[in-house]
């Protein structure tokens, strides 16, 4: 039996491999909080559901582009050879740039695919577009949009302040108090993205614990926060965060605990903000007992709370999904003004923190490095969309939308090209995407797997997983850096995203520019050698390759003790924020001036279109919480073990409280429709009182399975979430996804309940 180095977003472990088959996975020794997760390579890898040879919509194939477009996700596919395959897509491709131009190729294919410096599907296409004379993109990420952009405003970007955030071994020592909204639900902090080498967010939590940190959460799921750190729970109707938090801010202004010394010489705004906080405007002061009629969190306990978090060291925290909402924007802004009250931003263990436990990487203590990774190239297309916005791409072509501040218009997309995401996973209002899907002339992905997506294509491109490669993985905010080897063999004809790049390139007449002549082994030395010479410059001394192949692993030397804004603090005049004052924007001019309505000058409570208090709430009474699944990635690995375990009564589990069930004559373990306007989708009852009066969690990523394929408003059979989100923008400013904004009803399902059948490949016929 060989044993064999394997790393993936949620961990790393070794494969036992015989035959060509993978046997058990057991976790790496020096991981010693691993994640479940990556049991589900055992029966995952090599599964049935592979795509193994490249295929073609039956009515695509014999029509050319265009066909039958309204049939996609209902008609069988023709397996091709290879050759036939990279002609079709360079074909299509030529076409359309030449016809349409470039900007008529959408090719943001935002999404996760695998950990891996290399084979990282996204880099790979982006790579090859730019080859062949550049692509419409898309900005931002489904993870934080709305932050992404608001907070450049406000403090800074998010992606400089995740490289800062307060480390656990800090809080430790130093925080007193820590209040959440949201939680830090360890079923997250499994994941990093790119890779995670040691899982320290537990035992970071834990020590917080043990060293006398109490923690406050409001959120409406108990298991955000893990049963060990006893925290105290509160149970806001979901989205009324912002109504709580401006009333702890109007408690510590009323009361004088504001840090006025904090608030003159680190920020900017305080005065435009009081009288909104006050009620001068609108005659509505922002108090507690405003914030509970909004909340339903008591007037008492919000007071209490102000008052103690001005007399401790307290950590103020969000989670990012806090922001996937309705008017996202004003969480996390609103979290930093109430910390800026406190004055303890950039000491250690107070300020405030987004994401704690989100992934493993916030809170983690790590050494700054940026990791080598493939280079893109130079796109020639301007255009671009904000990520969540594809199903407006594709439905409004020639039309405009505003995006922090600007105008602009989407261009009319004819050829839609997906490689290492899922659209039938990460977006929302499935029904309306399946429509938006309708419209451009050809859809190519390369998928491992016939999910959703790939069912939904015109031609498929069957791509290799890990364990079928030779990559490096190495991630952001983590020290370890792994070399991973191929030990089986790939499933069917499946070739490696750069080698179907590679091919279609050449057809293209730029292979030499997409591959620079260098193979899979080549590429990964020449990324190691970066990665030795970025060490270098850090003193530190990495292995030649050869070396560190053999070792299969290498640990970056500790990083320091990391503290939030500890250099602002510190000096604001040597170190300026890069906002436009160089201070923490409490007020904005720049947002002000774009004279939004669903995004002002501050932060303030806007209320969601969807939320409990809305008066949808009499038809759809119960707030959906599609959030992160505990026993995988999204929707990936949905067919493995750890996911499938987690199944009830054959589709996803979703959790409602007993009183809820008790009213709709539910039992535990009953197949329920789960509906509203915008669909509806059958999942297994568990009934639980972890989650809230008036909320159900169903997460997301199981396998959208249509029980009428191809049919927009079909029946769910599997407990996707996305067929009952809403597909809007967080606001005109962000353009974020707002899953977290989602009304339903649910019902016992009296039809004959339908196997799901999504784990099995479609109907595939092979050329005669
Ligand atoms: N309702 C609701 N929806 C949500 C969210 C929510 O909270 N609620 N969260 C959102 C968030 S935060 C995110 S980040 C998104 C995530 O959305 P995605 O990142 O799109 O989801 P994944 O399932 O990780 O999709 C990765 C896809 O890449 C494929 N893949 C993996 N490796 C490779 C490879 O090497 N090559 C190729 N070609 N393909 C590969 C996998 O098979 C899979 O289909 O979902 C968003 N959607
Ligand atoms: N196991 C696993 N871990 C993951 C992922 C995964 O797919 N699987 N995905 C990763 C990715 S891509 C990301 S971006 C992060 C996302 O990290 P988050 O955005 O934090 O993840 P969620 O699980 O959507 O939300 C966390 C909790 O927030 C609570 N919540 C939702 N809405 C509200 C609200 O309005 N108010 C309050 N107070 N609480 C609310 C819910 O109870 C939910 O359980 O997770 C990462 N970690
Ligand atoms: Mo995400």
């Not at 403090?155 to 302040?161: A, K, N, P, Y």
């Not at 800062?164 to 499994?190: D, I, R, Y």
């Not at 850096?481 to 057809?507: C, H, R, W």
């Amino acid at each position: 039996m060989e044993k064999a180095l394997t790393a993936s977003h949620w961990g790393t472990y070794f494969l036992s491999v015989e035959n060509d088959r993978i046997k058990s996975v057991e976790p790496h020794a020096g991981d010693l909080d691993p994640s479940p997760i990556g049991q589900s390579f055992v029966d995952g890898i090599q599964h049935p559901c592979r795509v193994k040879k490249p295929a073609v919509r039956k009515s695509y194939l014999e029509h050319g582009p265009g066909a039958a477009t309204d049939k996609r996700g209902a008609e069988p596919f023709v397996e091709i050879e290879w050759d036939q395959a990279y002609k079709l897509v360079a074909t299509e491709l030529d076409r359309v740039r030449q016809e349409f131009g470039n900007q008529s190729i959408f090719a943001g294919s935002y999404g996760w695919a695998s950990a891996g410096r290399f084979h990282h599907a996204p880099s790979q296409i982006h790579r090859f577009m730019n080859c062949i004379g550049g692509y419409t993109k898309s900005v931002n990420t489904y993870s934080y949009a709305a932050s992404e952009v608001i907070l450049p405003h406000v403090v800074g970007s998010m992606s400089w302040l995740l490289n800062q955030h307060t480390s656990w071994p800090v809080l430790e020592k130093h925080c007193e108090l820590m209040v959440m909204f949201g939680g830090a639900a360890l079923k997250n902090g499994q994941i990093n993205a790119g890779g995670v080498g040691r899982h320290s967010a537990r035992d970071g939590l834990l020590a917080c614990k043990r060293a006398g940190t109490k923690f406050v959460n409001f959120g409406p799921i108990r298991d955000d926060v893990d049963d060990s750190l006893e925290a105290v729970h509160y149970h806001p109707r979901p989205n009324t965060d912002v109504s709580i938090m401006l009333a702890l801010a109007h408690m510590l202004y009323e009361q004088g605990l504001d840090d006025k010394e904090f608030l003159d010489r680190y920020c900017v705004g305080f005065e435009q903000f009081i009288p909104y906080l006050m009620g001068e405007i609108d005659g509505q002061p922002k108090d507690a007992n405003w914030a509970a009629n909004i909340s339903g969190v008591s007037a008492k306990v919000i007071s209490d709370l102000a008052i103690e978090m001005a007399a401790k060291r307290t950590m103020v925290t969000a989670s990012w999904s806090l922001q996937r909402a309705d008017h996202g924007e004003q969480t996390h802004w609103m979290l930093i003004v109430l910390a800026a009250m406190l004055g303890q931003i950039g000491l250690p263990g107070g300020g405030f923190g987004l994401g704690y436990a989100g992934v493993n990487g916030v809170g983690h203590q790590f050494r700054d490095f940026t990791w080598a990774s493939l280079d893109q190239g130079v796109n020639n297309v301007a255009d671009f969309i904000p990520v969540a916005r594809i199903s407006d791409l594709l439905l409004k072509p020639g039309q405009a939308f505003q995006y922090n501040g600007n105008n602009y218009t989407y261009p009319d997309t004819k050829v839609v090209y997906w490689a290492g995401g899922n659209p039938f996973h990460h977006h929302q209002d499935l029904n309306r995407l399946l429509k938006a899907w309708q419209k451009p002339d050809s859809i190519i992905v390369h998928e491992q797997t016939w999910n959703a997506l790939s069912r939904h294509a015109d031609i498929v491109l069957p791509a290799t997983m890990t364990a079928e490669r030779n990559d490096i993985v190495s991630a952001k905010r983590d020290e370890h850096v792994y070399a991973l080897k191929q030990v089986v063999t790939p499933a069917g004809d499946a070739k490696n995203d750069y080698d179907i790049f590679g091919s279609i390139a050449e057809v293209m007449g730029e292979k030499a520019r997409f591959t620079e002549g260098r193979s899979e082994m080549e590429w990964l030395q020449f990324l190691h050698a970066r990665n030795r010479q970025r060490a270098a410059s850090q003193d530190i001394e990495m292995p030649e390759f050869d070396k560190f192949w053999a070792q299969g692993e290498y640990i970056l030397p500790e990083g320091p003790d990391l503290i939030l804004l500890e250099a602002f603090r510190h000096s604001p005049e040597a170190h300026p924020l890069r906002t436009k004052s160089g201070k923490i924007e409490i007020f904005s001019e720049r947002v002000a001036s774009f004279e939004l309505v669903s995004c002002p000058g501050h932060p303030v409570w806007l209320e969601p279109k969807e939320w409990l208090g809305a008066k949808l709430a009499q038809k759809f009474p119960l707030h959906l919480m599609s959030n992160q699944p505990a026993t995988r990635l999204h929707s990936q690995f949905d067919h493995g073990q750890t996911s499938q375990k987690s199944k009830v009564s054959g589709r996803e589990a979703i959790t409602m409280h007993p009183r809820d069930a008790e009213d709709r004559g539910l039992s535990a373990g009953d197949v329920v429709k789960v509906y509203n306007d915008r669909g509806a989708t059958l999942a297994g009852l568990i009934i639980g009182a972890n989650v809230q009066v008036g909320v159900v969690q169903l997460p997301t990523g199981a396998w959208y399975d249509p029980l009428q394929p191809g049919v927009i408003g079909s029946l769910d059979k599997a407990g996707n979430p996305n067929v009952l989100t809403r597909d809007e923008g967080s606001s005109e400013l962000g353009q974020g996804p707002v899953a977290h904004s989602t009304l339903v009803e649910i019902e016992k399902y009296t039809g004959k309940i339908p196997e799901v059948t999504v784990y099995t490949p479609p109907e595939i016929l092979t050329l005669k």
